[in-house]
């Protein structure tokens, strides 16, 4: 009898020390308690204790990651963000989240390339799912002197981004450059309702 309760006490203590390590699931939690209060500073830190426990980091998921960086970016941390979520792209994550966040990073950083890689592929993959995205493609186009794909991004914006005064001299200017005088006329009665 008294083997019995040994043997089944060693398979309670063998099992529960198999689980996840408390420290690990802690840092965890406290990263999204830290996060749910507004308290992006402090989820920051608990997100990197929580990294620091896995050596080669190859065992975690993208997504966690890609949380990780939302929180950081939204802590004021970007390098830490793009950090981040270079970490969730070399395990394969995506979403339209990320890559619009890595686009508006970039974008304060004055960083065009990387802010129209990340615009490129947020439109390819997640089309329809982030407002303004062709809008900024058409500025950033016209200002690169890509009028083809200018002109490719005014034609899937939607009617708003359209109406405004500054994509319409934009897109105005952009025809004046390839003699569509057609195109001119209309384009500058609507300015001239706008702006008279």
Same mark, same amino acid.
């Given at each position: +009898?008294?083997? $019995? ?6 398979? =309670? ?63 004021? @941390?970007?390098?830490?963000? =793009? ?5 969730? $792209?070399? $395990? ?5 989240? +990320? ?14 390339? $990387? ?6 592929? *947020? ?13 900024? *493609?058409?500025? =950033? ?23 405004? @005064?500054?994509? *319409? ?14 195109? *001119? ?8 309702? =706008?702006?008279?």
């Amino acid at each position: +009898m008294n083997a $019995r309760i040994v043997f089944f006490a060693g398979i =309670i203590a063998l099992a529960s020390g198999c689980g996840t390590p408390k420290s690990l699931v802690s840092h965890k939690e406290n990263a999204t308690l830290a996060e749910s209060e507004g308290n992006f500073s402090e989820a920051v830190e608990a997100w990197k204790s929580y990294f620091s426990q896995f050596p080669g980091m190859n065992d975690l998921d993208g997504d966690v990651y890609a949380q990780a960086a939302q929180t950081a970016y939204k802590a004021g @941390e970007t390098n830490q963000a =793009i950090e981040w979520y270079d970490q969730a $792209r070399f $395990r394969d994550f995506a979403s339209a989240e +990320m890559y619009s966040t890595l686009a508006e990073i970039y974008r304060k950083q004055d960083n065009l390339s $990387r802010e129209l890689s990340a615009l490129e592929y *947020l439109n390819e993959n997640f089309e329809g799912e982030v407002m303004g995205v062709n809008s900024r *493609l058409f500025l =950033i186009y016209d200002e690169i002197d890509m009028t083809e794909k200018a002109l490719s991004a005014w034609d899937e914006m939607n009617q708003d981004a359209k109406s405004t @005064e500054p994509n *319409l001299e934009k897109y105005f200017e952009l025809n004046k450059q390839l003699g569509n005088e057609e195109v *001119l006329d209309s384009v500058s009665l609507v300015l001239l309702e =706008i702006n008279p």
